[in-house]
């Protein structure tokens, strides 16, 4: 089919390209890059190859499925440049407009429609999920198959992730997460909680310490029930239709409320939300709506900080390092407020780690479909982190946790050093249990 | 195609510990650098080992293939484009060589380090490796010797090539040769050391270099003096320079870059004045002192209308940066960026801002005019949009101009970005035909095949300067 370049270049948001001037500015920022060594997978060279498509001189598209597969979508290449190309748009555009006309195998496009359509936005289905891990992980399952070797077997490098899931919540703990919670002594603002699918599934008890933080800050949290994932993974993976989906009914879900701010805890679902007003931007009926959602949303981290902090017990000669979330840090630019919180920890010592930018290689499910790529950039993060000679790592990202207590792991320091989410930090400190 | 399939296997064969590819995605990740055009390579090699190298500018000087050696391609000129197929051949990849001798007071460098990495080594040894383009946390050294490049400090300290002593090189015919050494002084036969550098990739690969350092400054200080008149900021230029005054930098701002920095990012910048100038003297502390002084009279003896000493570091950097910012904040206005470095020397500098004014007018072109105008080096730079085809044809005749200008005024078509494709019409006009034609035999000499970075430095016949 032969397509016209003007539509060609809509679909691929061309019009963008053209303020790059192929500086090479992002070169040294990408983690691709860094670590693959070509061209190919730099921002640069990707943004080239979109470029080369609106100027008709790509025409079999197929030539940027793997440059922008590859991508980690960490958004560092933004942070550096001097034009301020919208990389991000670029690439989600690029993925899109291949996902649309992509062939996937049968099975594959099952799995993609089921995991983004019905898995991590169903609640039914992310709980049944965690559920499951709970069960198998108590009824002595976890233990039989870890012995037998089957993990390695696993499709996707699934084996080596299940080792370092975390503990689910049991189907109790699950329920005992309430609709609403008090601040504790004068409430100083009014905020709705964000649970997240994977966040709720997986990592309930952050969650459930989260809550407990901000009103011990001083917030009321709300819970709203109606509340749906994110849309992030499927906005990466270029089912746009899906994430714009799912970022209406959160709209609606949260129109419900009367609140301040809507705190998240994950830099990547933190991401999607701040970046609504622009996923629903064409839509008149919703992009000022969406502008709304997107001025409330919060990191936690934000919210922590506006309240003045939280009361913490003093910790005895621990050092610490922080790992940022890449979407934390880049896209909502939050940087200065969880170092503040972890400063303020009394008695603890604080070591910045080099190449914090960097991505660990998480990047949604990057390390899962990309296991190989992903573990080369995480060997080169497990570097820096050694350098601290830190004890504790934070970081403000569900994925970017378990990709931190998986470098651990493969470098044989699970004992010596541990990674956790800020909000477990701070809670521990707080005497939050 | 330049290359067919018996020959990529040839190469294949040879460059066992590295990488040939040829897949479409990497020919076009290879096509551009930070000029204009698109070239499709037939194959990008990467390899560390100087013997494949040997070997595939052997096999390429027997099969006529052109190479184009490459550093990370932020050329400005087109240098490392592949103009004529064949192979891309990307030295980024050999990186692993940065030695600082503080005895020798040298460093020893393989060609893909990036100059930045050569100022951190330096310093962390309390030295100093002078040339500074503002690339070079991007930019390899190998780039830096082929386009013998500059930076804001080559007032004071010069640029690349009065800093290399030595260099290990691979001949277009598959010798490697070593010249200079590590020495600073060394008169022994031809200087080719000085010959390769700046000759863009078209004598050679440069594998290896020594580079000169110097101890690092002990202190340093900041200067911008804000005037009402372009021509005046010009006049105080070359009053400062001829007072025995060196700064170390001394960077020209017109008002155009300072209204666009203010406007994508406020830096406290006078939007009414017609240009600032920006001072960096450095050296001993109390000889800066006064030379900050006998600066701050001699411009408001030519006219400036305040000159501003930074309190304290913080506003220093915050200077420098609003400087920083004059590139990215240009493009905002349109997206295509034509940067050109005519050079003048230093007493013309008032007569080429006025000049650039009349070109301004002239062709009705957005310029705006700012860089390192110390050392003459203004950098007019064009902002336009090249999907306009009228306004890009004004933009070519209005380049034209500006070099026509810098030569009449005893200056030269490029300071520091080279030659490459976009100069190469004009080269005539600045050597004239016999000067010209030197040079040309000593590439026939070099490169009897003419494999090495072929359409580059010198015009095809009837070779326009094109845009569109
Ligand atoms: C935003 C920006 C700012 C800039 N500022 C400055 C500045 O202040 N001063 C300045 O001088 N330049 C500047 N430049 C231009 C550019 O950065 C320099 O010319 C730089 O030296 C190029 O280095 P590179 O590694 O990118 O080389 P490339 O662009 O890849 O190649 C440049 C030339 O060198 C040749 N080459 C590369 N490596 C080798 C080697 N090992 N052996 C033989 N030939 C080789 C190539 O064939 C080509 O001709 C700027 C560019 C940009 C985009
Ligand atoms: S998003 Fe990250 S991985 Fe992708 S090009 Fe930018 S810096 Fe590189
Ligand atoms: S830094 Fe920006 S303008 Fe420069 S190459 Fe990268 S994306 Fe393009």
Redesign the pocket.
């Known amino acids: 089919m032969k397509e016209s370049l003007e539509a060609l270049r809509a679909e691929f948001a061309y019009e963008k390209t053209n303020s790059c ?5 992002c070169l040294p920022v990408c983690p691709t890059y860094a670590s693959m060594g070509k061209e190919t997978h730099s921002p640069r060279g990707r943004i080239n190859l979109v470029k080369m498509v609106g100027e008709g001189r790509i025409t079999d598209l197929s030539v940027l499925e793997e440059p922008l597969d590859l991508c980690l979508g960490c958004r560092n290449c933004e942070t550096a440049c ?1 034009t301020g190309v919208e990389y991000g748009v670029i690439l989600e555009a690029a993925r899109a407009a291949l996902v649309r006309r992509k062939t996937f195998s049968a099975p594959v496009r099952m799995l993609r429609n089921t995991m983004f359509t019905k898995v991590f936005p169903s609640k039914k289905m992310m709980k049944l999920a965690g559920n499951a891990l709970w069960l198998y992980e108590k009824t002595g399952l976890q233990t039989a198959i870890r012995k037998s070797g089957l993990l390695n077997k696993l499709p996707y490098h699934m084996g080596a992730f299940e080792a370092i899931t975390p503990g689910a919540a049991s189907p109790a703990e699950r329920k005992q997460m309430p609709q609403r919670i008090q601040a504790k002594g004068q409430a100083k603002y009014t905020v709705a909680f964000f649970t997240g699918c994977i966040m709720d599934a997986m990592f309930q008890r952050i969650n459930r310490l989260s809550v407990q933080l901000l009103a011990a800050a001083g917030c009321n949290v709300v819970i709203v029930s109606e509340q749906t994932c994110c849309g992030a993974l499927q906005a990466h993976a270029g089912e746009m239709a899906e994430a714009r989906k799912l970022a209406k009914r959160n709209i609606a879900a949260f129109e419900k409320e009367e609140v301040d701010f809507i705190v998240n805890n994950a830099g990547g679902c933190g991401a999607a939300l701040y970046e609504y007003a622009h996923l629903l931007a064409d839509e008149p009926e919703w992009s000022k709506r969406a502008q709304a959602f997107t001025e409330k949303s919060r990191d936690i981290s934000q919210v922590l900080a506006v309240c003045g902090g939280l009361h913490l017990q003093p910790r005895s000669g621990e050092r610490v390092t922080y790992q940022p979330s890449c979407h934390l840090t880049n896209v909502q630019r939050v940087t200065r407020e969880p170092l503040e919180l972890i400063r303020s920890v009394p008695g603890i010592e604080f070591i910045e780690m080099g190449q914090a930018h960097m991505c660990c290689g998480s990047a949604g499910i990057y390390n899962l479909v990309h296991y190989e790529q992903s573990m080369d950039i995480l060997d080169e993060k497990m570097k820096y982190t050694k350098a601290t000679k830190a004890d504790v790592v934070i970081t403000t990202n569900p994925g970017c946790l378990l990709q931190m207590k998986m470098g651990i792991g493969r470098e044989g320091q699970a004992t010596s050093i541990r990674a956790v989410h800020l909000v477990e930090y701070l809670a521990e400190a707080a005497g939050i249990s | 195609m330049v290359l067919n399939r018996k020959q990529i296997e040839e190469i294949r064969t040879i460059i066992k510990s590295g990488q040939v590819l040829t897949e479409e995605s990497d020919r076009y990740s290879y096509s551009f ?2 000029s204009f055009g698109t070239y499709l390579p037939d194959a990008v090699v990467q390899t560390k080992s100087v013997d494949e190298l040997i070997a595939l500018v052997k096999l390429a000087n027997r099969e006529l293939i052109p190479i ?13 484009l592949p103009v004529q197929g064949g192979i891309v ?1 990307d ?2 990849v ?1 990186n692993d060589i940065l030695e600082i001798d503080e005895e020798d007071l040298v460093a020893i460098v393989s ?2 380090v ?2 930045s990495a050569i100022h951190k080594a330096a310093e962390e040894k309390g030295l100093f490796y002078p ?6 946390h ?15 400090r ?1 007032l004071k300290y010069g ?2 090539k009065d800093y290399v002593i030595g260099l290990e ?1 691979i001949t277009p015919e598959g010798e490697l040769i070593r010249t200079g050494g590590r020495t600073v002084k060394n008169v022994t036969g031809y200087d080719l050391t000085k010959l ?1 550098v700046g ?9 290896r270099a020594i580079l000169r350092l110097l101890p690092k400054p002990p202190a340093s200080e900041t200067v911008m003096i804000t005037f009402d008149s372009l021509v005046d900021a010009g006049r105080a230029i070359s009053r400062i320079l001829s007072s025995g005054i060196l700064p170390a930098k001394m960077e020209l701002m017109d008002q155009a870059s300072i209204v666009a920095v203010e406007n994508y990012e406020p830096s406290n910048l006078p939007v009414d004045a017609e240009a600032i100038i920006l001072l960096e003297l450095d050296g001993h502390p109390m000889a800066i002192k006064d030379e900050v002084e006998k600066v701050a009279a001699l411009c408001e003896a030519v006219g400036a209308r305040n000159v501003r000493i930074p309190k304290n570091a913080a506003e220093k950097a915050d200077i420098w940066r609003a400087r920083k910012l004059v ?1 990215p904040a240009i493009v905002r206005i349109k997206p295509t960026k034509i ?1 050109e ?1 005519a050079t003048v020397p230093r007493s013309k500098i008032p007569d080429m801002c006025a000049r650039l004014q009349e070109i301004r007018k002239k062709y009705n072109i957005h310029l705006v005019v700012f860089g ?1 105008a110390g050392d003459g080096n203004l950098h007019p730079n064009i902002i336009a949009d090249k999907r306009d085809k009228e306004e890009m044809h004004r933009v070519e005749q209005a380049v034209a101009e500006i070099f026509a200008a810098a030569l009449e005024l005893g200056g030269t078509l490029s ?4 030659i ?1 494709t976009m100069k190469a019409p004009f080269m005539e006009m600045e050597l004239g035909a016999v000067g010209l034609d030197m040079m040309k035999r000593i590439k026939q000499v070099w490169d009897p095949n003419n494999i090495m ?1 072929p359409g ?1 430095i010198f015009p095809e016949p009837g070779q326009k300067l094109e845009l569109t």
Do not use: F, W
């Not at chain 2, 000759?199 to 594998?207: H, K």
């Not at chain 2, 300071?415 to 080279?418: I, Q, S, T, V």
């Open positions: 001037v192929q500086c090479g500015y001097p | 650098d930070a184009y050696p490459r550093g990370q391609s932020t050329s400005l000129s087109g240098g490392p051949l030295l980024s050999m060609p893909g990036l100059t040339p500074d383009p503002s690339s070079s991007v930019s390899t050294i190998g780039g830096n010797l082929a386009e013998n490049s500059g930076g804001p080559g640029v690349t090189v390769i000759s863009e990739g078209t004598l050679g690969i440069i594998t590139s940067s470095d390192h300071g520091e970005h080279g490459g970075n580059k």
